[in-house]
């Protein structure tokens, strides 16, 4: 009895150590473009880097001018869009937390 019961208690801990790991330090950056006027900008181009300048990744936002970089590590980031001749400022040292989204908002104007 003493032996099932020790099992038992090894495999709760290892089943709550895989499941504390699996989600560690993920977040994710989210936002919408938008042109001079406020409007949602689709297909607009989306660059992400760590914000050390590393690591960068693109996406395109959708329809709604939403895009979406999901499942990244815990850190700062930092993101940019253009379209048609024209670019948003980057946003600096963005902080994405585990477990969360972070919303920015990207303003297109003319180069």
């Known amino acids: 009895m003493k032996r099932m019961a020790l099992i ?3 495999v709760a801990t290892v089943v709550s150590i895989g ?3 699996s989600d560690t330090g993920m977040g994710t950056l989210a936002g919408t473009v938008l042109d001079s006027r406020g409007k949602a900008v689709a297909g607009a181009s989306v660059t992400m880097q760590s914000a050390t300048g590393g690591d960068p990744h693109a996406t395109k936002s959708n329809a709604q001018g939403r895009f979406f ?3 990244l590590v815990h850190g700062y980031y930092d993101v940019r869009a253009s379209s048609g001749g ?3 400022e980057w946003k600096h040292n963005l902080e994405v937390n585990t477990g969360k989204q972070t919303e920015v908002t990207l303003r297109l104007r003319a180069k």
């Open 8 to 10: 038992l208690l090894l």
């Open 19 to 21: 499941f504390s790991q």
């Open 69 to 71: 970089f999901p499942e």
């Open 86 to 88: 024209m670019t948003s």
